[in-house]
């Protein structure tokens, strides 16, 4: 959370556009944060079009018959994390059976520290992984996700996807992750 994951894929998505080349722009249908599951954006502003899935759609099949009617050039994927197994594998099918690169933005873990589904399948299949990297209050690498209620406290329970951004999850580093301390004690 807060790495500018979304960032870096608009950012993609806009480099390979400037040389002219296409891409397709893929988020689950499930995050609507935006106002509209139809589009990706970030939390400095940047937006663009996106094509939503599901837990049941092929991707393999979607990128492949929308190759047969325009160029695709690179497949874009924002919060991978909510890919299914299959969904995974299926972009591995489009990059080595359509030749068509596959980025994957997303999360590794949950706010219980669990890998989710979509990711362990990407850690597992993916040719190449880059982090990237957040901070924690405290100066540290964040690599996990504090989750809060709807007061305010911090939560070790309840579903895993529950969509919200800064007002329900802070990144912090696994220290004071396990301490469920989300912010610099006052007497610092």
């Known amino acids: 959370m807060n790495a ?3 960032t870096i894929l608009l950012q993609a998505a806009y480099n390979y556009t400037e040389r002219g080349m296409e891409t397709v722009l893929l988020k689950p249908a499930l995050d609507d944060r935006a106002g509209s599951s139809q589009e990706i954006s970030s939390r400095i502003g940047l937006k663009r079009e996106a094509h939503t899935f599901r837990d049941g759609t092929n991707l393999f099949d979607f990128v492949s018959d929308m190759k047969a009617a325009q160029r695709i050039d690179c497949v874009l994927v924002d919060e991978a994390q909510f890919l299914t197994r299959d969904q995974v594998w299926q972009l591995s099918q489009v990059a ?3 030749r068509i690169p596959v980025m994957c933005y997303g999360l590794r873990t949950d706010f219980k520290g669990d890998l989710f589904s979509g990711s362990a399948a990407l850690l597992a299949a993916a040719d190449n992984l880059k ?12 690599t996990m996700n504090l989750r809060f209620d709807q007061g305010g406290a911090a939560v070790s329970e309840g579903t895993q996807i529950e969509i919200g951004g800064n007002e329900r999850y802070v990144s912090l580093c696994r220290k004071h992750w396990v301490a469920k301390q989300s912010e610099r004690p006052s007497s610092e």
């Open 4 to 6: 500018g994951k979304s």
């Open 96 to 98: 080595d059976d359509l």
């Open 131 to 142: 982090e990237i990297k957040t901070l924690c209050w405290c100066g540290r690498k964040a």
